[in-house]
């Protein structure tokens, strides 16, 4: 990347600073729409598959997640995953779980129940929202190099731009914009033009100096 101007290096600023500010809520929003999607799919695809104690349980924790009752959710996730830990119910009730430590301020135990999904998730969709969310927690914590390799793991294609769109934040706060710009890049082109995210990655761009190219049909 050229040196920057006096222009450009407030431009790289401000962008720092919005994001340091913005960046997880931001995260968290646009994975949250993911989880919704893939949570309807997995009522769907488990609906005849597995026991209505199993449906029943999560619906309790889904009610409990949503007052926002740490200790309830907390302890029928762990239910969860102790008597169905192999069905993708058990990694909804954890990420559920995990907004609500989250919103309590606890990130070392939300960190400790992503993982778990990311470990031993039963689907992949699941996992790469855990590993997203879980890479975010980590770079909120000062830990850029752990975040990053979160975020090397082999995402679906779905997740493949979101992932490297995070890659990038990772390193923007590590001050290294030329590989953030990357990333970037590889986001941008990945997204297809009704992506809100990809505007969003190219507000980036442009305030790297960038010109964003590609973009997925």
């Not at 006096?6 to 431009?11: A, F, K």
């Not at 729409?33 to 924790?61: E, M, P, R, T």
């Not at 778990?116 to 039963?122: K, N």
């Amino acid at each position: 990347m050229a040196h920057l101007d006096l222009e450009e290096q407030e431009q790289l600023d401000q962008l720092k600073h919005f994001w340091k500010k913005y960046g997880n809520a931001i995260s968290w929003a646009l994975t949250g729409v993911l989880v919704l999607v893939a949570g309807w799919n997995v009522y769907h695809y488990w609906q005849n598959k597995q026991s209505a104690q199993a449906a029943a349980l999560f619906d309790q924790l889904a009610q409990s997640a949503q007052a926002k009752d740490l200790d309830k959710t907390v302890r029928m996730a762990h239910d969860l995953s102790d008597k169905f830990g192999s069905t993708a119910y058990a990694s909804q009730g954890n990420l559920l779980a995990a907004e609500v430590l989250v919103d309590k301020g606890n990130l070392a135990g939300a960190s400790t129940t992503l993982r778990a999904v990311v470990e031993h998730g039963a689907d992949a969709g699941l996992q790469s929202v855990a590993r997203l969310r879980l890479a975010t927690l980590q770079a909120e914590n000062k830990s850029f190099d752990e975040a990053l390799g979160t975020l090397q793991a082999t995402f679906p294609p779905a997740f493949e731009a979101l992932a490297a769109d995070r890659r990038g934040d990772v390193l923007m706060l590590q001050n290294k914009p030329e590989a953030a710009q990357a990333e970037y890049q590889k986001a941008y082109a990945g997204l297809t033009e009704r992506s809100e995210l990809r505007r969003l990655v190219e507000v980036k761009l442009i305030a790297l100096g960038v010109k964003p190219t590609g973009a997925a049909s």
